[in-house]
């Protein structure tokens, strides 16, 4: 399975992104997917994950971001408003096991 993320680039403190990764290849069925970030010198974090009937999100993000998907484009989303210089990182998404996208980076000036 290959994921292609994109939406990345450059905002003002509180303004909005939408992120997007493309699932392609030989997939039968998604249940899990979810958005990781990596900051400067710090740890991939999770972000946001997705399954067929739950949603869940760091505490850092949590009525700011919104993860969804569309199974029939096998596309995976997430949307950024109110976005805060913290945010600042590479995000990446997700397919458990092993599969994940390139990085997108997402840079939110002050």
């Known amino acids: 399975v290959q994921l292609q993320a994109s939406g990345g680039g450059l905002v003002q403190d509180g303004g909005s992104l939408r992120l997007s990764c493309a699932a392609s290849g030989s997939i039968f069925s998604i249940n899990l997917m979810g958005w990781y970030r990596q900051a400067p010198g710090k740890q991939r974090e999770l972000v946001a994950r997705?399954?067929?009937?739950?949603?869940y999100y760091a505490d850092s993000v949590k009525g700011r971001f919104t993860i969804s998907r569309d199974n029939a484009k096998k596309t995976l989303y997430l949307q950024m408003n109110s976005l805060k210089p913290e945010d600042t990182a590479v995000y990446y998404c997700h397919l458990p096991p092993t599969s994940w996208g390139q990085g997108t980076q997402v840079t939110v000036s002050s």
């Open positions: 997705i399954t067929s009937d739950d949603t």
